[in-house]
């Protein structure tokens, strides 16, 4: 690894990073999207609705069910806009060399990165395409949580040279 990551500088590498993490969020959320959006998915969530509250059976017809399925959908695609726009701030303040958003995104690409790269594998049977997409994903976060580590960046917070102060023990 350290031979791939010597081919960068720190500003080269934040640009590939911001690029791969964007990335790799357009295709997981666009992933999300498909599989809680799909009709057999939706289906199953009325029927397990009429079956917690058969009361509302009646008043239950296909126009209402067109118009949830609707109201679902735009609620889904106005949250993962949401979480793409925070990702984009994210990055931006990472890009400007805020520690704090170096934090949340090597948090984030070392959570998602094993998570994401494992449900590649667990639904390679099922689905070769998703589990291709998220083998991609999964392997783009730890390409940079490792390259997070790699190029390691100060805490503008702490002096040069300095040592963490030494706790007493009582």
């Given amino acids: 690894m350290d031979k791939i990551y010597s081919q960068f500088d720190l500003l080269s590498f934040k640009k590939v990073a911001i690029f791969a993490f964007l990335l790799g969020d357009l295709i997981f959320f666009n992933t999300i999207y498909r599989n809680f959006t799909s009709l057999e998915f939706y289906n199953q969530i009325i029927e397990i609705l009429l079956q917690v509250r058969p009361d509302i059976q009646g008043g239950f017809n296909e126009d ?13 695609i106005f949250l993962l806009g949401m979480a793409f726009i925070y990702h984009l701030f994210v990055n931006f303040l990472w890009w400007k060399g805020k520690y ?63 040592k963490p102060p030494k706790r007493s023990v009582r």
Avoid at 65 to 76: S, V
Avoid at 102 to 124: D, E, K, N, Q, V
Wanted: proline share 4%; charged share 15%; aromatic share 18%.
């Fill in 64 to 76: 209402i069910k067109f118009q949830l399925l609707a109201l679902y959908k735009n609620a889904l």
């Fill in 100 to 162: 704090v958003a170096r934090g949340y995104l090597a948090l984030y690409a070392w959570t998602a990165g094993p998570l994401i790269t494992l449900a590649g594998f667990f639904s390679l049977f099922d689905s070769p395409i998703k589990a291709l997409a998220y083998l991609i994903v999964g392997l783009l976060f730890l390409f940079c949580a490792i390259g997070m580590g790699y190029f390691r960046e100060k805490n503008p917070k702490e002096k040069k040279g300095s």
